[in-house]
């Protein structure tokens, strides 16, 4: 079953599941493995250029020279815009911080104020993945087993996803639909 708010179809498991990132135990992984870069919108890929810069010194030789052969994103097979990667895994935007934690080099320049880009929507919404369709936006949890120590946190501090991901989740739909989110995850919550 699904819940319509706005343009959007939002799956019960974004209100149902439990999730809450545990960087210390999965080290982000979720930035490493995969088979394309994170996904991106049209207009994120002018973002990227633009800010890269910036973020150049924070990039491994290897990223720097991918970005110098291809570019900040292609299009991976299925035809939609990613960011580049490098060896066939690592999104180029990527450093490994002292604890060996995968981290996003454009978040780490957004927080320190060089730059008002936080990183792309699809990394800033994970677990949550967007597909478009002619009439609305479906919503979407994605299930990943290097996730697992999420989900376990997630239940352990009783943090739904949709409530873990509400600075996203605005920052994607707006104050006005996440409200309408809330509201409706708290009536179907209690009548379960």
Avoid at 74 to 103: A, E, L, Q
Wanted: aromatic letters at 10%; glycine letters at 6%; proline letters at 4%.
């Amino acid at each position: 079953m699904m819940l319509q708010i706005g343009e959007t179809v939002v799956g019960l498991d974004i209100i149902e599941e439990k999730f809450c990132c545990n960087l210390a135990v999965c080290k982000g992984w979720c930035c490493v493995d995969g088979e394309s870069g994170a996904p991106l919108e049209k207009e994120e890929v002018a973002e990227l250029e633009r800010v890269l810069p910036e973020v150049w010194d924070d990039l491994s030789p290897e990223a720097q020279e991918v970005i110098d052969e291809q570019g900040v994103a292609y299009k991976d097979r299925d035809g939609d815009m990613v960011t580049s990667i490098v060896n066939g895994k690592d999104c180029v935007f990527t450093y490994h911080d002292p604890k060996g934690i995968c981290r996003c080099a454009i978040e780490k320049a957004y927080r320190e104020g060089r730059i008002d880009f936080y990183k792309p929507i699809s990394c800033h919404l994970y677990p949550i993945r967007l597909q478009k369709f002619r009439d609305f936006t479906a919503v979407n949890y994605h299930r990943w087993s290097i996730c697992k120590p999420a989900v376990a946190l997630g239940k352990e501090n009783g943090l739904r996803i949709y409530q873990f991901l509400k600075e996203p989740l605005i920052r994607k739909f707006g104050e006005e639909w996440y409200q309408e989110l809330e509201m409706t995850a708290e009536e179907y919550l209690k009548s379960k």
